[in-house]
């Protein structure tokens, strides 16, 4: 009864081996000659900036563009059922799979309009 999972099981423990040995292996090999630069944050050359009390502001244009990507993101895999299963579900899912994507354009477009994907 449990013998269609048994594939499962091994790829989630070759899996979570495989990311055991790496990290063991880095620690392992890794340099562990620490100075003061390589403890600091890498901020690209910037000079890094103290920050405020309880981590400062973030402006929010950060996360409605991170809204955006996993609204978007989201829609995008609905699509991958259809592409696999396309033979098999006929007409009325092709009328429902543009109407779908009919929506997806009309909200990207909206955000569009709106100026969410500026990056000023």
Known sequence: ???PYV????????????AALSV???MVVGPKRYNR????????????TPHATGGGRVPVKYYLTA??????DIE???LYPFAV??????LFALV????????????????????GLEWD
């Open 76 to 78: 995008s895999v609905f």
């Open 24 to 26: 063991g292996t880095s």
């Open 37 to 48: 630069a390589k403890l600091e944050a890498y901020e690209c050359g910037i000079q890094p």
């Open 96 to 115: 429902e799979m543009v109407l779908f994507i009919l929506t997806v354009f009309v909200a990207y477009a909206y955000v569009w309009r709106r100026g």
């Open 85 to 90: 299963a396309f033979n098999k579900l006929g």
């Open 1 to 3: 009864m449990s013998q």
């Open 67 to 72: 809204m955006l990507f996993i609204i978007f």
């Open 7 to 18: 594939p499962i099981l091994f790829m989630l423990a070759l899996g979570f081996g495989f």
